[in-house]
T-cell receptor
Framework: NAGVTQTPKFQVLKTGQSMTLQCAQD?????MSWYRQDPGMGLRLIHY???????DQGEVPNGYNVSRSTTEDFPLRLLSAAPSQTSVYFC????????????FGAGTRLSVL | EDQVTQSPEALRLQEGESSSLNCSYT??????LFWYRQDPGKGPEFLFT???AGEEKEKERLKATLTKKESFLHITAPKPEDSATYLC???????????????FGQGTILTVHP
């Protein structure tokens, strides 16, 4: 049981490049979320999903796209990377039957030059 | 808008010196208040959920308490391995698709010296 797996762990991009951060969970959780963590600002919600085919925006969605075609996977896409997107990104999953406790992956550290 | 403020931003303790971390919150209706621990380079790790004022939960040297406006994380006789960032988050009462959302505070960096 791996929990929540994020890939890659580190990534360096140039301004304007695109990439996809991968997130997979093996706990059959309905809910999945993407957060970014910046120094002194805690974790901020980017996008979330309550089930396959259903996504919604969080606090800071601009510049990011998501889709959820399966229960297990919830990729985050950066269409045209900007230096302001330099951050650590965390994916989390939860289920209402488990007290909705969110379980986090190890994170992806992204630098945009 | 839900808001969470944690204090202090950083706390340095000697081993065995007990103290408390504070989490003040405003939320339209509280579904749950969560405490997480985060070690450098890792994702947050769940510690506690509190649901109603007056509730308390304990785990080893940690005890979390909840009032209608704030939560405290009490650390009794801390050890160096308790050094980490402690995060507080709230989940609001609201139906539909917002059920999974957490609003986090900025965290308290705890350092325990031997």
């Amino acid at each position: 049981n791996a929990g929540v797996t994020q890939t890659p762990k580190f990534q360096v991009l140039k301004t304007g490049q695109s990439m996809t951060l991968q997130c997979a969970q093996d706990m059959n959780h309905e809910y999945m979320s993407w957060y970014r963590q910046d120094p002194g600002m805690g974790l901020r919600l980017i996008h979330y999903s309550v089930g396959a085919g259903i996504t919604d925006q969080g606090e800071v969605p601009n510049g990011y796209n998501v889709s959820r075609s399966t229960t297990e996977d919830f990729p985050l896409r950066l269409l045209s990377a900007a230096p302001s997107q330099t951050s650590v990104y965390f994916c989390a999953s939860s289920t209402p039957t488990g007290g909705n406790i969110q379980y986090f992956g190890a994170g992806t550290r992204l630098s945009v030059l | 808008e839900d808001q969470v403020t944690q204090s202090p931003e950083a706390l340095r303790l000697q081993e065995g010196e007990s103290s408390s971390l504070n989490c003040s919150y405003t939320v339209s209706g509280l579904r749950g208040l969560f405490w997480y621990r985060q070690d450098p380079g890792k994702g947050p790790e769940f510690l506690f959920t509190l649901y109603s004022a007056g509730e308390e939960k304990e785990k080893e040297r940690l005890k979390a308490t909840l009032t209608k406006k704030e939560s405290f994380l009490h650390i009794t006789a801390p050890k160096p391995e308790d050094s980490a960032t402690y995060l507080c988050a709230v989940q609001a009462l609201s139906g539909g698709t917002s059920y999974g959302k957490l609003t986090f505070g900025q965290g308290t960096i705890l350092t325990v010296h031997p």
